[in-house]
């Protein structure tokens, strides 16, 4: 009667056998159920109403507080666990509560049924792929640090995202960040998160990536440009699993599982002291190689296709002198650069079959590989022509460049005279 009073249209039920009936004929939002009826236990008919209508939300009441049964009922499907008496008004909010999560949940299946398939990556079919797949499988089956390493656009990120969609974690978070965007507080911000007042403009608390990522994945790209710093905290972090938000004295945990990616050599790097060495091993537990578009150009005419597939083009096959000059093109910005080519060639197209004269350029910036190599200089005097030259355009200083070389600046400018038909200082 209360309830009803309260707006609900409410059907009763005296028995599990009345209440199966009452369930096979209408469907319920709710129902609130009573742990012990006449002619049995109700837990088991939590099972059966969630098999049958999965965003029921179902209430148990009962004059038995063993925590056990309430942790037995809740792991069957019920909402919510009330002992006996029962204010009314209790009873309402719960009710309430309950219909308002099952429909956040209802809304939330049908958004994801009604999103787009996201399509399966094309990773390509040449043999230096297939190797750098099957340690990608490895990885997806374990738990342990990946490091991504290749060229940029290579799509380091979208086999980071595969390893974790095949992962245990899948359903856990995926949370990514550039490491090469971000420099100092703001980056271990990112990472750590902060507390209200924490600086100047940590307005109210955050929760950091590592914190987010909780069950999942953390994906970190350009690890190699992190901060000195943040490269410390970032391996207590690794093998403690602990961390504090900026500005706070409680330690957090989190179970995360993280890949790393680099487009540069972290081994050579932190030989340089411009990587901390016990970061780089810690990370580099499964390294895999992602190989260059150049390095594996049999993949380049499929890659094509399922680029051309992802815009919506379908006039196939495509042009046999378009497909060869496609593939003798050496690609320095690797796939990132192949899908920017095509989506510009398919704006100049305007619905026409695609042809060479989409690819605006490209034919003129064909070279033989070994036109593209940087020529080596064997000669001791060249090179530290060359270096003394980029130290001068780095600093835009004489007397800083003269420090940074370790020279006197009278001795720099003896070699700047000496090479002044390679450069205007």
Not at 20 to 47: Q, T
Not at 183 to 199: D, V
Not at 331 to 338: A, K, S, T, V, Y
Not at 342 to 367: D, V, Y
Request: charged share 25%.
């Amino acid at each position: 009667k209360y309830l009803s009073s309260k707006g609900y249209h409410v059907k009763s039920a005296s028995s599990l056998a009345d209440a199966r009936l009452l369930l096979m004929a209408e469907s319920f939002d709710a129902v609130l159920l009573d742990l012990k009826l006449p002619d049995g236990c109700s837990l088991h008919l939590i099972k059966e109403i969630k098999l049958t209508t999965e965003y029921t939300a179902i209430i148990i009441i009962s004059g038995i507080s063993e925590i056990s049964t309430a942790v037995e009922s809740m792991r069957y499907g019920a909402f919510s666990f009330l002992t006996k008496p029962v204010e009314m008004d209790n009873i309402e909010c719960t009710l309430k509560n309950s219909l308002e999560v099952e429909e956040l949940r209802r809304r939330e299946e049908m958004h994801k049924r009604l999103l787009p398939q996201i399509s399966r990556p094309f990773f390509g079919m040449s043999t230096e792929i297939a190797k750098t797949l099957e340690y990608t499988r490895v990885a997806a089956v374990n738990d342990s640090v990946v490091l991504l390493l290749g060229e940029t656009g290579t799509g380091k990120g979208v086999f980071a995202r595969w390893i974790h969609d095949h992962s245990s974690r899948k359903n856990g978070n995926y949370v990514e960040l550039n490491c090469s965007s971000l420099k100092g507080e703001i980056l271990r911000s990112e990472l750590y998160g902060h507390t209200k007042g924490a600086f100047t403009s940590a307005i109210k608390d955050r929760d950091g990536l590592i914190e987010i990522a909780d069950g999942g994945t953390l994906f970190l790209d350009e690890i190699g440009d992190m901060d000195p710093e943040v490269q410390a905290e970032l391996l207590k972090t690794i093998e403690e699993r602990t961390f504090r938000r900026i500005g706070e004295n409680r330690t957090r945990t989190s179970n995360f599982r993280l890949i790393c990616a680099t487009n540069r050599n972290l081994a050579e790097a932190s030989g340089e002291g411009l990587f901390r060495s016990d970061l780089y091993y810690r990370i580099c537990v499964f390294p895999i190689e992602i190989p260059s578009l150049r390095n594996r150009k049999k993949d380049i005419p499929g890659l094509v296709v399922n680029l051309l597939n992802t815009f919506g083009y379908d006039q196939f096959p495509l042009d046999v002198s378009l497909i060869e000059m496609l593939t003798q093109y050496s690609w320095p910005g690797n796939i990132r650069e192949l899908r920017n080519m095509i989506e510009r060639a398919l704006l100049l197209a305007q619905g026409q079959p695609l042809s060479k004269e989409h690819f605006p350029g490209l034919h003129l910036t064909q070279q033989p590989e070994s036109q593209m190599q940087e020529e080596i200089v064997w000669s001791l005097d060249a090179l530290e022509r060359k270096h003394i030259i980029k130290a001068l355009k780095h600093f835009n200083d004489k007397n800083e460049a003269s420090r940074a070389l370790g020279i006197s600046l009278s001795s720099l400018y003896r070699k700047i005279d000496s090479y002044k038909e390679f450069i205007s200082v």
